[in-house]
């Protein structure tokens, strides 16, 4: 059973740094994986990912600030955030695919959707 575990959510005040981390199991490969976020009556959003040979992606609202890192021998993809700004308060998902896709095609994706794996959700509270 394919299985993705997230950390690190949590308060933070604007300005201040969280780290994120998903723990992938299940897996016969090393699968592309992400991070994704959606607030409330917004669009999911796909703000940083990462492939198996590790070519990364980020969006423009995150880009400069954000870091995406796997280490392959713990099955575990993180993401450190910095300067965080309180419009970044929200649930952040972890994704896994089970197969390559492109950016094009993943920023596309719904948060959750059924061709994904994904974890249950950790929470981001940036304050003012």
């Known amino acids: 059973e394919i299985q993705l575990v997230e950390s690190g959510g949590g308060s933070v005040q604007a300005g201040g740094s969280l780290r994120l981390s998903c723990v992938a199991s299940g897996f016969s490969f090393d699968p592309d994986m992400g991070w994704y976020r959606q607030a409330p009556g917004e669009e999911c959003e796909l703000i940083a990912s990462?492939?198996?040979?590790?070519?990364?992606y980020y969006s423009d609202s995150v880009k400069g600030r954000f870091t995406i890192s796997q280490d392959k021998a713990r099955n575990t993809v993180s993401l450190q955030m910095k300067s965080l700004k309180p419009e970044g308060t929200t649930l952040y998902y972890c994704?896994?695919?089970?197969?390559?896709?492109?950016?094009?095609?993943?920023?596309?994706?719904?948060?959750?959707?059924?061709?994904?794996?994904w974890g249950q959700g950790t929470q981001v509270t940036v304050s003012s």
């Open positions: 994704m896994a695919a089970q197969r390559p896709y492109s950016i094009y095609t993943l920023r596309r994706k719904t948060c959750n959707g059924g061709d994904l794996h």
């Open positions: 990462i492939e198996s040979e590790g070519d990364t």
